[in-house]
């Protein structure tokens, strides 16, 4: 008959206890001792053979069995503490599991919340095909803004009358009347960084294209004159300027040479109105010419100077662009020669 000893007790002592195994069976001793609070294990273990075990001797250890003075726990603190055997363990618990940790530990404060990500687009596209997430803009031109969380909005550049501030995911931008440089700026709060956007805002230029000509009031053979129709175009086009106007601002002749000096030369009457340009940043037609000079005939120039401005859709106030030279040109033999801006020259002979 074989006998199995457990060690079972406080962290003072240990009780010992034999148990009866089946034939052939080797003996397993274990000794086990928790210290109270510290999870610490000791065990022992002996093998010992049936051959040579007392009938009676269940209350006897094999001779280097440990006793209980050598099962107590080294972390066995005092009178308090209190030693747990396999025996006392909680149902489904094995001996060699060491005690769980405490909820959270070894963990970290929440990992913070990602930066909210900030995106934009242009109302309007550019004729060049530019992507409406670009950060240069007309001016006038509108955009919105929109974060992926709540958070205040500001802009240090604004057109007139127009919010420059907002509260929430989303903010409706519009670009001023004249060029410059805006930043706006996304708060998240709670100490998280601000979120810049620099955007650029640029003026137009205007320039005359696809110059045609066409016929003048009373044109006739052997009557001296010229005249062509052009487009009107803003530029870039890589951006939009469907929210401005243009507008020429009317005046007298100068700078006659030659064949015009002394005579009554025609004053420019243009359209009184501020004229939109449309989605393509041209959308005006401009015709441009000058006749009724009578021969004979010689070199001579004369010239309109036209201040030419731009206003922004909804706006009282124009902007100056530029000086536009309007220029007509008179050879011996009749022939008149117009252009405008950077336009192509028309040529007619009587």
């Known amino acids: 008959m ?3 000893w457990r060690s079972q007790g406080s962290g003072h002592g240990a009780a010992r206890q034999a148990d009866t195994l089946s034939p052939g069976k080797s003996t397993l001793v274990e000794a086990i001792s928790f210290g109270a609070g510290e999870g610490e294990i000791q065990a022992f273990t002996e093998q010992r053979s049936k051959a040579g075990a007392p009938p ?22 005092g009178p308090g503490d209190v030693a747990k055997g396999a025996d006392a363990l909680a149902p ?9 940790a405490p909820a959270g530990a ?16 242009t109302k309007n596209h550019a004729p060049s095909g530019a992507a409406d997430t670009r950060t240069t803009v007309a001016v006038g031109e509108q955009i919105t803004f929109d974060s992926t969380a709540v958070g205040d909005w500001s802009a240090n550049l604004v057109k007139t009358g127009k919010p420059a501030a907002a509260h929430g995911k989303q903010y409706l931008w519009f670009a001023p009347s004249t060029a ?17 956007t620099t955007i650029t805002i ?10 045609t000509a066409v016929a003048f009031p009373g044109q006739a053979p052997g009557k001296s004159g010229v005249a062509m129709q052009t487009d009107v175009y803003y530029t870039p ?74 206003k922004v859709t909804g706006d009282a106030g124009r902007h100056l ?6 220029t007509c040109t008179m050879a011996p033999d009749g022939s008149m020669t117009v252009t405008k801006g950077g336009s192509a020259s028309i040529n007619r002979a009587p």
């Open 56 to 77: 009676g001797d269940a209350a006897a250890a094999p001779a280097d069995a440990p006793g209980p003075d050598k099962l107590r726990s080294a972390s066995a603190k």
């Open 202 to 211: 640029i003026e137009p230029a205007v320039d005359y294209l696809n110059a």
């Open 237 to 310: 086009n890589t951006v939009s300027f469907a929210n401005t106007m243009w507008w020429e601002q009317p005046g007298p002749a100068s700078s006659a040479t030659g064949y015009f000096v002394g005579k009554a030369l025609p004053y420019h009457h243009p359209n009184p109105s501020d004229l939109q340009i449309d989605a393509h940043n041209t959308g005006i037609n401009d015709t441009a010419g000058f006749w009724g000079f009578p021969a004979p005939y010689s070199n001579g120039f004369f010239e309109w100077v036209i201040p030419t401005h731009y």
């Open 321 to 326: 662009i530029t000086n536009v030279h309007q």
């Open 2 to 4: 074989q006998r199995q």
């Open 92 to 100: 489904g618990k094995h001996a060699d599991e060491a005690p769980a």
């Open 106 to 121: 070894g963990q970290g404060a929440p990992a913070p919340p990602p930066p909210p990500t900030i995106t934009h687009s």
């Open 180 to 196: 410059g440089t805006a930043k706006i700026t996304f708060n998240p709060g709670g100490g998280a960084a601000k979120i810049d």
